[in-house]
């Protein structure tokens, strides 16, 4: 999950983000979910945003298999971003 | 990709962002790439990094065949942060 919300909003983001998933840098949050949790995330980053102004973008894979991931530089994932 | 740069390599990393791939959310850009260039795009952002400071995550997937990708809010993604 990325976000790009308004000022006023990031805590809020962070709090519902840190609910569901691990921060991993700034403004991006990775788990897995069941479905329904998947729903309710979503559900709860609605109600914060300002549609008019605000951006969630939700990547989803069933699988593993077919993707990677690969970090430069820090990874920053400590699942706290104040530490 | 998504990136997490101190200020001074912020225009930097869109720069090199923009030349591979697509702008669509604050740090973050999405495109499909030969091997060769997802190498070079590295590259080219590693080159650029403070390592002991900023992150970049690159997530890649093979086929979107098991994958999604959900927006919330805006569609930011114009191709052009500035307009």
């Given amino acids: 999950m990325v976000y790009d919300v308004g000022e006023k909003r990031v805590n809020k983001a962070l709090k519902v ?20 949790l998947y729903q309710q995330l979503k559900a709860d980053m609605g109600h914060l945003l300002d549609k008019t102004h605000d951006s969630v973008i939700f990547y989803t894979w069933r699988t593993e298999r077919y993707s990677t991931r690969e970090i430069l530089g820090q990874e920053r994932g400590t699942g706290d971003p104040f530490l």
Same sequence: chains 1, 2.
């Fill in 17 to 36: 983000g840190r609910r569901y998933l691990s921060w991993v840098q700034n403004s991006v949050f990775e788990g897995e979910l069941s479905p329904a």
